[in-house]
């Protein structure tokens, strides 16, 4: 609508998104604080690496959940309230996984942490989604990707020099309490602030309107676009949902002409699912494990993560700028493309290393170099593509009638795979090594080419009342 984006309060709605946009900063921060983290926890806790695998997975087990239920949650007691649940789990978490005296109790609050982290993966797009105008939709919600990343890059700078002060992640540091869990507890900054802001932001207007509340929806847009859109766009939000106004369901995602799930929610499972099946998480997750093991020392590794961190912020910059001038799907095209290139020159990087007597690999002569990178330009493709557009699409692509249950259903698919993916990788690790873990991540970056070309549709300047389910 040309004078819904006219009459735009632009800097209202870039203040509330960026408010929004906090959660997928502790998102990034949640994900990223455990990769310093794992020295520490195998001698805290004695773990072997399935132990260790699944002290680090546990948190996805709670993001699959948290994703799940706030996606549904969300339609009956509003996005703005389920983020403050949220925000309160951040905190509970991150004071818990630092202090925890054992496996168990690690796992319980990580899972706690991680149902924030699922929330927040699905509320941010769509809150922004829902209150942003469509013709700068796109660059809006991918500030949420940007977010990721910084709590990510935060996370390694954290670690980074809480290690080096310390002399390593292991190592006893203020008040007797050892490095890596002080990692854990610098969350407790912005997940405090979080919680605070989010009483200053207003309910989506959808939401609203789905609630039959239809003057506060009015009295939100007037604040977003301007009194002469308002009531207007009540009326499109209003049309747009079903016709006998029964609240969003589950059931919604069955076309009753076909009795068949609707495609436009495999396409949501498949964007969720391949965004992980490319191995990104590998890297977030076990990047000074993984840097280690080629032979550069705790603290090169550490600071090569905030080099990366560093690479994928200027990678969704990037995405931000073109994300709604030349579309969603050419830029997973080109991701995919990218991402197949560089994992398979890593593989052959990986294959050439040799190993020592003790097991640790090392890359000699430029395959260090090779290596190094190669995973970067990996990041830096996935952060320009898939990291933010797979967010974009999910938070606008739904009708407004099944936007929770589509999330829903998405967000967990996305979580699950996440989980699969890093629970695996030690494993691999120690069966088929680097290259062969790679080589599979290869194969998936490969196969996504086709599904997005096949599968997905523009959403380019469409409207949300405009999505066709």
């Not at 001698?43 to 260790?52: K, N, P, Q, R």
């Not at 076990?286 to 705790?298: C, D, I, K, P, R």
């Given at each position: 609508?040309?004078e819904?984006?006219?009459?735009a309060?632009?800097?209202?709605?870039?203040?509330?998104s960026?408010?929004?946009?906090?959660?997928?900063?502790?998102?990034?921060?949640d994900?990223?604080?455990?990769?310093?983290?794992?020295?520490g926890?195998?001698?805290?806790?004695?773990?072997d690496?399935i132990?260790?695998g699944?002290?680090?997975?546990?948190?996805l087990?709670?993001?699959?959940?948290?994703?799940?239920?706030?996606?549904?949650?969300?339609?009956?007691?509003?996005?703005?309230?389920?983020?403050?649940?949220?925000?309160?789990?951040?905190?509970?978490?991150?004071?818990g996984?630092?202090?925890?005296?054992?496996?168990?109790?690690?796992?319980?609050?990580?899972?706690?942490?991680?149902?924030?982290?699922?929330?927040?993966?699905?509320?941010?797009?769509?809150?922004?989604?829902?209150?942003?105008?469509?013709r700068?939709?796109?660059?809006?919600?991918?500030?949420q990707?940007?977010?990721?990343?910084?709590?990510?890059?935060?996370?390694?700078?954290s670690?980074?020099?809480?290690?080096?002060?310390?002399?390593?992640?292991?190592?006893?540091?203020?008040?007797?309490?050892?490095?890596?869990?002080?990692m854990?507890?610098?969350?407790?900054?912005?997940?405090?602030?979080f919680?605070?802001?989010?009483?200053?932001?207003?309910?989506?207007p959808?939401?609203?309107?789905?609630?039959?509340?239809?003057?506060?929806?009015?009295?939100?847009?007037?604040?977003?676009?301007?009194?002469?859109?308002?009531?207007?766009?009540?009326d499109?939000?209003?049309?747009?949902?079903?016709?006998?106004?029964?609240?969003?369901?589950?059931?919604?995602?069955?076309?009753k002409?076909?009795?068949?799930?609707?495609?436009?929610?495999?396409?949501?499972?498949?964007?969720a699912?391949?965004?992980?099946?490319?191995?990104?998480n590998?890297?977030?997750?076990?990047?000074a494990?993984?840097?280690?093991?080629?032979g550069?020392?705790?603290?090169d590794?550490?600071?090569?993560?905030?080099?990366s961190?560093?690479?994928?912020i200027?990678?969704?910059?990037?995405?931000?700028?073109?994300i709604d001038?030349?579309?969603?799907?050419?830029i997973?095209?080109?991701?995919?493309?990218?991402?197949?290139?560089?994992?398979?020159?890593?593989?052959?990087a990986?294959?050439?290393?040799?190993?020592?007597a003790?097991?640790?690999?090392?890359?000699?002569?430029?395959?260090?170099?090779?290596?190094?990178?190669?995973a970067?330009?990996?990041?830096?493709?996935?952060?320009?593509?898939?990291?933010?557009?797979?967010?974009?699409?999910?938070?606008e692509?739904?009708?407004?009638?099944?936007?929770?249950?589509?999330?829903a259903?998405?967000?967990?698919?996305?979580?699950?795979?996440?989980?699969?993916?890093?629970?695996?990788?030690?494993?691999?690790?120690?069966?088929?090594?680097?290259?062969?873990?790679?080589g599979?991540?290869?194969?998936?970056?490969f196969?996504?080419?086709?599904?997005?070309v096949?599968m997905?549709?523009?959403?380019r300047?469409?409207?949300?009342?405009?999505?066709?389910?």
């Amino acid at each position: 609508m040309q004078e819904q984006q006219s009459g735009a309060n632009t800097p209202y709605i870039i203040l509330i998104s960026i408010v929004a946009t906090i959660g997928g900063f502790l998102f990034g921060y949640d994900s990223g604080v455990i990769n310093g983290t794992v020295d520490g926890l195998q001698i805290a806790f004695d773990s072997d690496s399935i132990g260790t695998g699944f002290n680090v997975a546990s948190m996805l087990l709670g993001c699959a959940a948290g994703a799940f239920f706030a996606g549904r949650l969300a339609d009956g007691y509003g996005r703005r309230n389920i983020m403050r649940v949220a925000a309160v789990f951040f905190i509970i978490s991150a004071w818990g996984s630092g202090v925890a005296g054992s496996s168990l109790e690690f796992v319980i609050y990580r899972v706690l942490g991680g149902l924030a982290v699922g929330a927040a993966s699905v509320l941010a797009p769509a809150y922004i989604s829902e209150v942003a105008p469509a013709r700068y939709r796109g660059a809006l919600t991918t500030v949420q990707q940007v977010a990721i990343i910084c709590g990510i890059n935060a996370a390694f700078v954290s670690n980074f020099f809480l290690a080096r002060s310390a002399g390593s992640s292991t190592t006893e540091f203020w008040m007797g309490f050892e490095a890596w869990r002080w990692m854990f507890w610098m969350e407790l900054i912005p997940a405090g602030l979080f919680l605070v802001l989010l009483f200053a932001i207003p309910e989506s207007p959808r939401f609203l309107v789905i609630k039959r509340r239809r003057e506060e929806a009015a009295a939100v847009l007037r604040r977003l676009f301007g009194a002469v859109v308002a009531q207007q766009k009540v009326d499109e939000i209003d049309a747009s949902l079903a016709s006998d106004h029964h609240k969003p369901k589950l059931a919604d995602l069955v076309d009753k002409s076909t009795g068949r799930i609707r495609k436009l929610v495999w396409l949501g499972i498949g964007l969720a699912t391949f965004q992980q099946l490319v191995g990104i998480n590998v890297v977030f997750y076990y990047g000074a494990v993984l840097w280690q093991s080629v032979g550069f020392t705790e603290s090169d590794a550490l600071l090569i993560n905030v080099i990366s961190g560093s690479i994928s912020i200027g990678a969704v910059a990037i995405a931000l700028v073109l994300i709604d001038r030349i579309g969603r799907k050419p830029i997973l095209v080109i991701g995919s493309v990218g991402m197949t290139i560089t994992l398979a020159v890593l593989v052959v990087a990986f294959l050439n290393a040799t190993r020592a007597a003790d097991g640790s690999l090392s890359l000699e002569g430029n395959w260090g170099a090779v290596a190094l990178v190669a995973a970067n330009a990996y990041v830096a493709f996935f952060n320009f593509s898939w990291g933010p557009v797979m967010w974009v699409m999910l938070g606008e692509m739904f009708p407004n009638q099944i936007r929770g249950a589509g999330l829903a259903v998405s967000g967990f698919a996305q979580w699950m795979a996440n989980f699969g993916i890093t629970m695996t990788f030690p494993i691999m690790l120690t069966s088929i090594g680097l290259g062969g873990a790679y080589g599979f991540y290869t194969l998936c970056a490969f196969i996504s080419i086709f599904f997005v070309v096949r599968m997905a549709h523009e959403t380019r300047g469409v409207e949300l009342e405009d999505m066709q389910g």
